[in-house]
Nanobody, 124 residues
Framework: QVQLVESGGGLVQAGGSLRLSCAAS????????MGWFRQAPGKEREFVAA????????YYADSVKGRFTISGDNTKNTVYLQMNSLKSEDTAVYYC?????????????????WGQGTQVTVSS
């Protein structure tokens, strides 16, 4: 059974920073890409960032480009999301996802595994 466990969420003031972590476990787990999504109350889940392991290519939503950085270690099945210059509109539950897709990384249905989510609250 594959599990993704996020950590690092919390309450931060606008302009502050947080670093989210996601660790995947499972005897046969492997993935081609991992990503972060977020969901605010009353809104659909939206893409935040993704990384393709083989190429190291990273992708970002326009709303976080220049402020967030995704990184990770494929050998450890771990991915991080460094979030700087946080804004109140970044408030949401952040989810880690993993899958064997290398295309359409912005689409939630392309991922096979999901974490339980971690709350990020940015106060203005």
């Amino acid at each position: 059974q594959v599990q993704l466990v996020e950590s690092g969420g919390g309450l931060v003031q606008a302009g502050g920073s947080l670093r989210l972590s996601c660790a995947a476990s499972g005897r046969t787990f492997s993935s081609s890409a991992m990503g972060w999504f977020r969901q605010a109350p009353g809104k659909e889940r939206e893409f935040v960032a993704a990384i393709r392991w083989r190429s190291g290519s990273t992708y970002y939503a326009d709303s976080v480009k220049g402020r967030f950085t995704i990184s990770g270690d494929n050998t450890k099945n771990t991915v991080y999301l460094q979030m700087n210059s946080l804004k109140s509109e970044d408030t949401a539950v952040y989810y880690c996802a993993a899958g064997n897709t290398i295309v359409l990384l912005t689409v939630p249905s392309r991922y096979d595994y999901w974490g339980q989510g971690t709350q990020v609250t940015v106060s203005s």
